[in-house]
Structures are given as structure tokens and as C-alpha cells.
């Protein structure tokens, strides 16, 4: 991560990129005038005309359809502050010091140094430099900077008593000491802990064996700077797909970029590849690619690419990623509504019987380890949110995710059920469509009783903590999106969700506010593929304005950077801000291509027929044509005419189009005309406000019957939770509390804009606090491994040839309810990446209690212990007996490695 983002570190970018203000859009009804005397909307950010984008200095033009020019140039390296901030980190984690303590050092020369060298440091203890920077004074290019790292005290503590006790409580044991990094703010330094490992020019060294560890840095190279191309110009054949124009030569011009780079998209294999610096096929991306576009576009290369992403068992196939991806990770299932969009497109049987079981057990996998019978509600990471920190508190590890139910996440698994009950209606099986019309109503229900904020007008971002789970105020803007999309919110609701979703001066920003501290990618980033499916939404809910935005935050950047890129950093619009980027980004193209084919001209496929539903906003009337495009047996060239979204009149060869609806028998070659009513919809807002970070999540402590965390400078008051209940709202930064009974409190941080922090880490507090522990090795044969750290006499070891079965005796001495979790060590993996999460199920005799997670917590780190998700069991006085079982839907993504350690059983009375 190249920079840890700070609003007044940008500044200076702001301004010469444009003005960082609040935007006030201006959509123009194009006239008979040139169009350098139009715009067809602008702000104060940029301005976007027939033929052109521009933002400031720049200027992307259309020269022709198939060519256009850009003079941008990213200033993301023009006005790097010197004053560095960095940490330590052992094995590639947040470990040296808590958040927002860093060490500091000023990047400037001097006289006969060859190197900015700070003094040396030493792990664990704050070092910031106190030169003063100069007014008016940057960053050098080619500045060498050199680290050195006094480990002693760490590498004492190992040979004194075998492990190293960090800030955190936390112990690093000696055979799992791997690394040391330095992670900070300016390239090539980074902040994304999860992948030092993959950046060894930031791994400190003890050539000598001293124990001081030392790096050399070169920060701000040129020749890292990152650029675009100043010219594109059509150079791959694209006329065997449908062609486009209109009265707006950038439009072409964009439309005809994103059909090369579809082209440009399709491996030797028959595949997609999903991004220029992304190689091969993944579930999520390919999935919402399809369904924006590549399934008219291409649907044999969509067939292709997610039958690869399909188990050999016949499961979806959830991609690599946090603690060991599924079931931490749960949103392969839009894979169903891909599949479903390339069946309502080509009509193929085959298809529809091939993938039907392929859905139908991946859901009934997710039925039994990721839905919550609680809220209704679907457990897992955020659809596409999927690194850690980007989106979630620093304080939940993957496991935490596991148990957080998040708003697009939830869109998707609704969608999947909706999807599968179609399906299974199509062949017959009413039964079967009878039970996912069930699973789909109850999310539905869930999502609009646990996660819609009256007050705000659009849903929560996700409800999160442990035993008692609090909702996350934030918009996150693909699942409100998908929200109106797919029909979770309806009628008022889905109109407000359009209206009042926070919209930034460049487009809807994945969640909103942003967190502090956290770099641009998912956090402080606009997606073009996100904005897409808002435009969807906007057209879906009759909002002009809003779609009339999404159009232009969809052109802007693509004519700009001459490519469709994955992302742009929300506060200034600039593609170089974010920590990864790629051009030629395949769900970003189908995203543009989707304005086209599902809003302009409408096209909604249902199983039978080609439903058009045409939505052209005022500032974009006029004329435009889609020749050649392909529907099952018939190609239609389409003229539309006018704007809004209200036919007046719809012809099939020059007759009359009952219902506006192709049917799917139609064969050959055929022309339809749409002329729209030319009346604006009812006028509707968008919620424009200033890109706003919320203060910083507290970290609380618990002495002396007091809850105690640190004041934060522009934070009013301070909310504080009791078993996921408001207690109190304070300005101090203390509160009294009993200990006399198990409560778990949390501290939200609330500023003078009314802008809230996540939850602080849940602090269970009292005589049950540590629960009753039942050591494993007890009723197990302990594992002859050497692994240290563990409790009591030894571990167990589990897998999917050892222990698959556990019964454990509990004995509780009163009735109530109860969190049992398990101690456990996973270090098959990292903790952001890999696919060996560890799945057990938990029973008392025959009844299903819930899924036990076992993440991975690091690279061989078997001396690395934590906690289960916690089930939440009722339980009579007495004596029962409980099962921890590998069964047939504990199957993770690896198939073959699906194993922990297992240290001891934890109960803790919660009610």
C-alpha cells in the first residue's frame, strides 16, 4: 500500500487535478449549438460534452469512434510529503505498536549523508523525528532512505523463555518467527500487512547476525510513477459484435474501447481473463461481468469461464481469500445469477440442466455453514470487499468476518435463491422451488428488518461483533445497489435508497465515510463496475439524475485513462492513488457495455422473451442505433429516439410490439424502433456530500471496574454498547461498569458531523468472562507434534483422515444460553489469501447447532492460537454431550487440506 491516506496530504493533488469541493451538477438539454458551448453535465470536479472529459488541465477526446486522445497524467508522486510514517512487523502482520502509533522520520538530505538515516530503532518503541518540513518543500525524487532495527529485546525474549510478548497480549513463539518488514506510507512501502511477504525488497535483514536488521529504500522513483496512454486508436476487428452510435461521439468512442477490450479479455482457452494484471478466471468477477454484458456479448466464453469455476465434486468454486476463503468468504453464489442471465439469453436447456445441481449443492452447503436462523440473515464476507482492513475494523480477524452478515453479500445469496426456484419451475420440480422461494423470502425479510436504517434512507453496511451483533451504519454502495436491482427494497424504499445513498464529486464510493488511516482500494475508491450496476438501479427507480451522474462517473475515467480501469481513489478521481490497479479491467468494460444494451435501450431477458425497457436521461436525448446484436435466433438492429423512460411507440419491422417483447422464437433478421415519450420522470435527488472520513475505532481497556479508551480530537461524544445495546452516550472517555455479571461492551466514536466509528473490540467483562474450559487431549489422543503455546497437557489434531469426530462431554450448573467456541492454531495459509480454511460442524446428538470456522493465521505458524466463531447454544442444567464433525458440506475450496489444531473447548454463559 503505497500511502496511508490523509485528506490534507492530497491537497495540493486536489488542486491541480480539480476542485475537491462538493459538487454542483448542472445537466444541460443538448441543443443545435456546438458542443464546446454545452456540457452535457459537469460539477466542479470535471465536465463532461459530446466529445470530451474535462477535469482541470486535462483533456480526453473522441476524435473519431474508434480513436480518442488524453493528456492526463496522475500527480500522485508530485506532492509526496517527506515526513515518512512506518511500523515494524514480524511475519508480515500489525504486531509492533497499536494503531495510530507509527514511527516518523523526515526524508530530507543532508550535507554529506548518502541516506536519510534515522537513529537506530528499536522494536516496539515510537521514534518520531523532530525536524520540522519546510513550507512549500516535497519529497525528492530517488530519496535513499536506510532503516535499521534493534531486535534484541525480541530475540532475547526467545531465548530467554521461547516466545516474545507483543503490545497486544498476543505471543510470537520462536519456531514461528519467520520475517521482519517495515510497512509505511510512501512507495515503495506499503501498508498492506497480508502481502509483505510478497514484497521482498521491504524485508529487513541481519547479514551478520547481531541482531540489528537493516533495509535500504529508494522512495518516489520516477520511473515507479504510474501513466497512462496519451492515444487509443481501434486496432482488433470488433465488427461481429453489435455496433453502436449515437449523437455523442465520446459514447462511441468508449462503447467501441470497451468491445477491443472485451475481445482483449478472452484467453486461448476460451476463458476471461479478468484484468490486463489479474490472469485467469475468477467466481465473482466473471459472475457480475456476465451478468452486466458478456452474456449477450459472449456467452459461449461466459459458459467457459464458469464451468471453471466448478469443483470436482460439482460445487461453486469460491476464489482464494480472507483466512482460507469459504466459508469466510460466501459470495461465489452470484455465480447462480450468471449462470441464470446466460439461460435467460440463450435459451439452452442443456445449460440450465447442467447447472441447476451445481447451484442447488452449493447452496445446501451454505444453508448448513453460513445461514443464520437468528436474523434470517446469510453469514460471510462482503461481495467483492474482500481485504480485511479496506472495510472492516482492524480488530476482526477472519473468523469475525466469517460471522459478520453483510448487505451485498445478503443481495446475492437472495438473488441465488430467487434464481434457483426459476430454475427448478423451469424443469418441474416444484418442491424444490418451493424451498428457495421460502430461504429467499426469509433473507429478504432479514435484510429489510436488521439492516435498513429509516433514518438514513438506505441500508447498513453490515451487522458485526461476537455474541451480540451491532449493525454498521455505513452505505455500501454495490449492495445497495443490488438491493433495488434484484428487489429487496421495493417501491418508497428502493426510491430512497437511489436518492439518498451518499454519492461523492466522483462517483459512488464503495462505503461511505471512509475509514482513516487506510489507504485507497476498497476504502476512499470509486469501482467503475459498482458504479454500473448503481446506474442500474437508478434506471430501475426512474432517477434521471442520478443516472444522468452514473453515466458521466462511468465515461469520465475511461476516456481519461484511456482504458477501463478497476478502480480510482474516490477523493481526487486518480487511478495511480489506489494499492492496485489494472487496465482493460473485464467487469469495469462489461459495466460500460451494460449502459448501452440494459439502460439505454432497456433489454431485461426472461426466460421466454426480450423485454426492452428503454431509459434515456434528458441530458442525453437524441437518436442512436444497436446494429447486429444477437438474440437466440434473430439479430435486431434497434433505433431509439427521444428520452426518458416512457415508450410511445415500439415497432417490429413496422408493426406494433405488444408488451415492448421480443419473443425468444423470433428468427432472422429484424428492426426495431423505440421513440420515448420525451418526458422527464418525476424529479428525484442524489445525495452529493464532500468525501468525509468517520474518527478512528477506539480501543477500550477494562481496570478497576473502569472502562477506560483514548480521546480522539473532533469526536463529541462517545456511544457505548452493553451486549450490543446502547448503554450510554458519553463525552468522557471513561464509564463506570459492574463485573459482578458477564456483560461484553463496545465504544462507537461519534464526531461533530455525526459521522461514526466502527465498534470497538468486544470486551466481555465479568465472572464468566473466561468461561469453563474442557481440555481436548482429555478425550482425544494428543498430537505428537511440537507446537507450543497450548494449554493444559497437549492438542488434538484434526483433519479430514483424523479425529472427524469429537464428543465432548459439558457439564453446565445452571440453564441459560451459552457461546461455545474453540482454542485452535491453522497455519496452513495467510491470513488474507489461500483456500484452507478449516470447517467443522457442531451438534448435541442429532440437532445442528451451527458451523465451527477454523481460518488460517499464518504461514506455518503453528504456535499462533485464537478463538472459533462462537455458537450460541441453550443448554439445561446438567450434563450433555456435544460433537465437533467433519461432514460431507465441510468441504472447503483446497478439497484436500482441511485441518487444525485444537487446543480446548470454551463455554461462557451469555444469558
Known amino acids: 500500500m503505497p500511502a496511508i491516506f490523509r485528506p490534507s496530504s492530497l491537497l495540493l493533488a486536489c488542486l491541480l487535478v480539480s476542485s475537491c469541493q462538493t459538487q454542483k451538477p448542472v445537466a444541460s438539454t443538448p ?23 474535462e477535469q482541470g488541465a486535462y483533456v480526453a477526446r473522441a476524435v473519431s469512434p474508434t480513436e480518442m486522445t488524453s493528456n492526463y497524467r496522475s500527480p500522485a508522486n508530485a506532492f509526496l510529503s517527506p515526513k515518512i510514517s512506518f511500523k515494524f512487523s514480524l511475519n508480515g502482520k500489525d504486531n509492533e505498536m497499536p494503531s495510530g502509533q507509527d514511527h516518523v522520520v523526515v526524508a530530507l538530505p543532508k550535507a554529506g549523508a548518502t541516506a536519510v538515516e534515522p537513529p537506530l530503532l528499536t522494536f516496539g518503541k515510537r521514534y518520531e523525528d523532530p525536524a520540522p518540513v519546510p513550507a512549500n518543500t516535497y519529497l525528492a525524487p530517488n530519496t535513499p532512505l536506510k532503516i535499521r532495527l534493534d531486535l534484541r529485546p525480541v530475540l532475547a525474549a526467545f531465548k530467554q523463555q521461547g516466545y516474545y510478548t507483543l503490545y497486544n497480549g498476543d505471543k510470537l513463539y520462536q519456531q514461528d518467527f519467520k520475517h521482519v518488514f517495515v510497512a509505511g506510507s510512501v512507495a515503495p512501502l506499503s501498508w498492506d500487512f497480508d502481502n509483505l511477504v510478497n514484497k521482498p525488497e521491504l524485508e529487513l535483514k541481519d547479514p551478520d547476525g547481531d541482531g540489528i536488521y537493516e533495509v535500504l ?80 456479448l459472449q456467452p459461449k466464453v461466459a459458459m467457459n469461464s464458469l464451468l471453471r469455476k466448478v469443483s470436482p465434486e460439482g460445487r461453486i468454486i469460491q476464489d482464494t481469500g480472507t483466512g482460507g476463503a469459504y466459508p469466510c468468504s460466501t459470495d461465489r453464489i452470484i455465480w447462480a445469477t450468471a449462470a441464470w442471465e446466460i439461460y435467460k439469453v440463450t435459451g ?104 435498513w436504517q429509516a433514518d438514513k434512507g438506505y441500508y ?20 445497495e445497489g443490488l438491493s433495488v436491482l434484484f428487489g429487496l427494497a421495493e417501491g418508497e424504499r428502493a426510491q430512497q435508497v437511489v436518492a439518498k445513498t451518499p454519492i461523492t464529486a466522483y462517483g459512488v464510493p464503495c462505503i461511505y465515510p471512509q475509514i482513516p488511516g487506510i489507504p485507497p482500494y476498497h476504502n476512499n475508491a470509486v469501482w467503475p463496475f459498482v458504479q454500473s450496476f448503481w446506474a442500474l438501479a437508478a434506471a430501475k427507480v426512474g432517477n434521471d439524475a442520478s443516472l444522468t451522474e452514473s453515466m458521466a462517473a462511468i465515461y469520465r475515467p475511461a476516456a481519461l485513462f484511456l482504458t477501463n480501469k478497476e478502480n480510482f481513489v474516490a477523493e481526487n478521481g486518480d487511478f495511480a492513488g489506489t494499492q492496485i490497479n489494472s487496465s482493460n479491467m473485464l467487469w469495469s468494460l462489461s459495466g460500460s457495455l451494460g449502459l448501452v444494451y440494459k439502460v439505454l435501450f432497456g433489454m431485461q431477458f426472461e426466460p421466454n422473451r426480450l423485454v426492452f425497457h428503454p431509459f434515456v ?10 446494429t447486429g446484436f444477437h438474440y437466440r435466433g434473430a439479430v435486431l438492429d434497434i433505433e431509439l429516439q427521444g428520452f426518458g423512460n416512457e ?38 435527488t442524489v445525495n452529493r456530500v464532500p468525501n468525509r472520513f468517520s474518527p478512528e475505532t477506539p480501543t477500550v481497556s477494562f481496570a478497576n471496574n473502569r472502562l477506560t479508551w483514548t480521546k480522539q480530537e473532533g469526536v463529541k461524544t462517545y456511544n457505548v454498547l452493553k451486549d450490543g445495546q446502547l448503554l450510554t ?51 482425544a489422543p494428543k498430537a505428537a507434534l511440537p507446537y507450543k503455546g497450548f494449554s493444559g497437557k497437549g492438542f488434538v489434531e484434526v483433519s479430514k483422515t483424523k479425529n472427524t ?15 461455545v467456541d474453540f482454542r485452535y492454531a491453522n497455519g496452513n495459509g495467510p491470513i488474507n489469501t489461500n483456500n484452507k480454511c478449516a470447517i467443522r460442524t457442531l451438534r448435541q446428538g442429532q440437532k445442528l447447532l451451527g458451523t465451527i470456522v477454523l481460518p488460517q493465521r499464518g504461514v506455518e505458524e503453528w504456535s499462533n492460537w485464537g478463538f472459533t466463531n462462537a455458537v450460541l447454544v441453550r443448554l439445561e442444567k446438567g450434563t450433555h454431550s456435544l460433537t465437533l464433525a467433519f461432514e460431507p458440506a465441510n468441504e472447503n475450496m483446497n478439497g484436500e487440506v482441511n485441518q487444525a489444531m485444537l487446543d480446548y473447548l470454551r463455554v461462557r454463559k451469555v444469558q
Open 31 to 53: 441543443t443545435n449549438t456546438k458542443a464546446d458551448e454545452a456540457p452535457i453535465w459537469q460539477s466542479d470536479a470535471y465536465k463532461l460534452f459530446r466529445d470530451r472529459v
Open 647 to 684: 415508450l410511445s411507440s415500439i415497432t417490429l419491422d413496422g408493426q406494433p410490439l405488444p408488451d415492448a417483447a421480443v419473443p425468444a422464437s423470433l428468427t432472422g433478421q429484424h428492426t426495431v424502433r423505440m421513440v420515448l415519450s420525451s418526458k422527464a420522470p418525476k424529479a428525484a
Open 217 to 296: 529504500l529508494t522512495l518516489n522513483q520516477p520511473q515507479a510513477a504510474k501513466t497512462t496512454a496519451t492515444q487509443w486508436k481501434q486496432s482488433i476487428n470488433t465488427t461481429d459484435f453489435p455496433q453502436y452510435t449515437s449523437e455523442y461521439p465520446l459514447a462511441d468512442a468508449l462503447y467501441n474501447l470497451a468491445l477491443e477490450e472485451a475481445r482483449r479479455a478472452v484467453e486461448p482457452d476460451g476463458t476471461f481473463r479478468t484484468g490486463k494484471e489479474w490472469a485467469g478466471v475468477w467466481t465473482r468477477d466473471i459472475s457480475y461481468s456476465i451478468i452486466l454484458a458478456q452474456a449477450s
Open 729 to 779: 452516550t458519553t463525552a468522557s472517555t471513561e464509564l463506570a461498569v459492574s463485573a459482578a455479571s458477564f456483560a461484553v461492551y463496545q465504544v462507537v466514536a461519534v464526531d461533530d458531523l455525526g459521522l461514526e466509528s466502527f465498534a470497538s473490540e468486544p470486551l466481555p467483562v465479568g465472572t464468566q468472562a473466561a468461561g469453563q474450559q474442557y481440555q481436548l487431549e482429555t478425550i
Open 805 to 819: 469426530a469429537l464428543t465432548i462431554p459439558v457439564t453446565v450448573t445452571e440453564a441459560g444460553l451459552y457461546a
Open 460 to 479: 447498513g453496511q453490515f451487522l458485526y461483533g461476537r455474541t451480540n451483533l451491532v449493525l454498521s451504519p455505513r452505505a455500501e454502495a454495490l449492495g
Open 617 to 626: 436521461p434528458q441530458a442525453f436525448q437524441g437518436q442512436r442505433k444497436l
Open 348 to 451: 439452452d436447456q442443456a445449460w440450465l440442466r447442467q447447472v441447476h445441481p451445481i447451484i442447488k449443492k452449493s447452496i445446501e452447503d451454505d444453508v448448513q455453514n453460513a445461514y443464520d436462523p437468528q436474523t434470517g440473515l446469510v453469514r460471510g464476507e462482503s461481495s467483492f470487499l474482500d481485504w480485511r482492513e479496506q472495510t472492516y475494523p482492524r480488530w476482526m480477524q477472519p473468523v469475525d468476518i466469517y460471522e459478520s452478515e453483510n448487505l451485498g453479500t445478503n443481495a446475492v445469496h437472495y438473488q441465488a435463491n430467487v434464481v434457483l426456484a426459476e430454475m427448478a419451475q423451469q424443469l418441474g420440480d416444484q418442491a424444490v422451488a418451493a424451498k428457495h422461494q421460502k430461504l429467499a423470502s426469509q433473507i429478504k425479510e432479514g435484510v429489510n428488518q436488521h439492516l
